[in-house]
């Protein structure tokens, strides 16, 4: 098996949804041939906030690796800072925001449900 290293800080950022921040991918069939799982990094500034949608039969797993903000899951409101994550099932949903003075640095893995063979 090969190895394969990434420089995250190398990889280009896009923005894809407007007020949803800066994404760049980091882990993906294409980058190292990642097959059951995609991740990402992602940037919010103050004011930003990231959605997460519910993903059918996959797993998503968000961890705050920098600042502090608030996740809404449930309709309630958690104040979070670095070091905290949180799990979403397929049919779950969640959005993260900034707190009032700061930004997020945050890693975002997408686990599909792998099929029993």
């Known amino acids: 098996m090969a190895l394969t290293f990434i420089d ?5 950022r896009t923005r894809p949804v407007p007020g949803q921040g800066e994404v760049a991918q980091i882990l993906n069939r294409e980058l190292c041939g990642a097959q059951n799982v995609a991740g990402t990094l992602r940037w919010l500034a103050n004011g930003e906030r990231f959605d997460l949608g519910a993903v059918a039969d996959s797993h998503q797993l968000v961890y705050l690796m920098q600042g502090a903000g608030v996740i809404t899951l449930n309709a309630k409101d958690y104040a979070v800072k ?9 049919a779950e949903t969640a959005s993260i925001r900034v707190a009032p003075t700061g930004a997020l ?3 975002h893995l997408v686990v599909p449900r792998v099929k029993d063979r």
């Open 82 to 90: 670095k070091g905290a994550g949180i799990y979403l099932g397929p």
């Open 8 to 12: 995250t800080n190398q990889r280009p």
């Open 105 to 107: 640095k945050l890693f």
